[in-house]
């Protein structure tokens, strides 16, 4: 899939569109250049033998003609004869010219200077390169104000940069802005969509080491506050679940995106999510089991199927904590005693999970389908609310009879 691609036009763009610039800056290796810190490779100075050390050349012997001359020019004439008499030209110096050390230092000389060539003509070429990346990623005005073509690349950002470029301020201002809009409460429709503007919004955050991102009993807890407006169960469960990583403060915000947006893919299928959907189901749903029965038509506000594992995880942590007497979570029973009827009718009050009584497979196994298999210490709370509740066997016969009559 492409990248949406962002033309620097104005200054509302430009932090995206400076992180692009540095991208491709260290694709093409000239990060420190364009920064001020190093300077760009120098064209390489060529050799020459000339500057080698060089063997003896022998002398030439003087003819008889030009012995004549010699006597003959402390004549009268010598001075016009000495001004006719061409200078000798001189002779271009070969290889073998030099002498041995002579010819090692030109031969490693002449190593380096190919391979400073080398290096030279590729960074002309990936200049040349990033130069036409810059051209296609500004606005024509920046083009003719900012980005002459016999300016540097070094100029040219620190241009673009004073005509565009926004003080550091303005850019955490700006990532505050963006992490606010991003925890309005979602629509049902657009989960998956939040989620990943939720992301980008604490990926910004984060890097501008926003303090609201910095604990994560803080940005978890505005991600909850969200996330409640639509799914309130979900919420409630996950929460609990992810408790002990908020305490030791490794929740990573990458993995709460991500279990957010399985969570939402289930139900995309459908034509209308109710509000409090997606809330966590214990013993598991009927109307969630792949070719299951379903005996009964969930009630309005009836809630989506997690993992088992993250029901028991949860359930467990919250007996602990009620067992000790530091509980931060109130118990599901703790809830249905003190909450609307609304929200006690999702409770079940056999398991204590997040879906109605009469659908949990622990109080009704013959529901339940074949791959099912009962948690021993959630039998256990069973047990224990049937022997608590008066009422509850009752309830749980009557119903029994009039379902199998």
């Known amino acids: 899939m492409a990248s949406t691609k962002t033309i620097l036009a104005t200054s509302a763009n430009w932090e995206e569109w400076n992180d692009r610039f540095i991208s491709q800056a260290i694709m093409h290796d ?10 760009l490779l120098r064209k390489p100075v060529k050799p020459m033998m000339v500057d080698f050390p060089q063997k003896a050349r022998p002398t030439t012997a003087r003819s008889r003609t030009q012995q004549q001359r010699e006597n003959d020019s402390q004549g009268q004439g010598a001075s016009e004869y000495q001004a006719m008499s061409p200078e000798p030209e001189p002779r ?11 010819q090692k230092s030109f031969s490693m000389a002449w190593t380096f200077y190919q391979d400073d060539t080398k290096a030279n003509n590729q960074q002309k070429e990936l200049i040349r390169k990033f130069k036409e990346w810059i051209a296609a990623n500004v606005s024509s005005h920046y ?8 300016e540097s690349l070094a100029i040219w950002y620190k241009n673009l940069k004073k005509a565009a470029g926004i003080n550091k301020r303005s850019e955490d201002a700006n990532a505050r802005e963006k992490y606010r809009e991003a925890l309005k409460t979602p629509k049902e429709k657009d989960l998956v969509t939040w989620a990943d503007c939720w992301e980008q919004a604490m990926t910004v955050a984060k890097h501008k080491k926003l303090t609201a991102t910095n ?6 807890e505005d991600f909850l506050v969200a996330i409640r407006g639509i799914l309130p169960n979900w919420a409630e469960a996950y929460g609990i679940n992810k408790d002990p990583q908020v305490e030791d403060n490794t929740l990573d915000y990458r993995t709460v995106a991500n279990d957010l947006r399985r969570a939402a893919r289930k139900y995309t299928s459908t034509s209308k999510i109710d509000k409090g959907s997606f809330g966590p189901t214990f013993a598991g749903e009927e109307d969630q089991q792949p070719g299951g029965d379903v005996q009964e038509t969930p009630d309005r506000g009836d809630v989506q199927e997690t993992s088992d594992k993250d029901f028991e995880d949860a359930t467990e942590r919250t007996r602990d904590r009620r067992t000790k007497g530091k509980q931060k979570y109130k118990t599901a029973s703790q809830k249905r005693k003190n909450a609307p009827d609304q929200i006690s009718g999702r409770v079940c009050r056999g398991c204590e999970g997040f879906h109605p009584t009469k659908r949990c497979y622990y109080l009704f196994p013959k529901k339940a389908p074949e791959e099912w298999i009962p948690r021993p210490y959630i039998q256990e709370i069973v047990e224990q609310n049937l022997k608590d509740d008066s009422t509850l066997e009752d309830e749980v016969k009557r119903w029994t009879k009039s379902k199998w009559e």
Do not use: I, R, Y
Not at 97 to 102: C, I, W
Not at 143 to 150: D, G, H, Y
């Open 30 to 39: 000239l990060l420190d250049h364009v920064q001020g810190t190093e300077n």
């Open 92 to 102: 271009e110096v070969a290889f073998s010219d030099l002498t041995a050390d002579g």
């Open 143 to 150: 083009q003719k104000t900012c980005c002459k073509p016999n």
């Open 215 to 220: 604990d994560a009993s803080e940005w978890f």
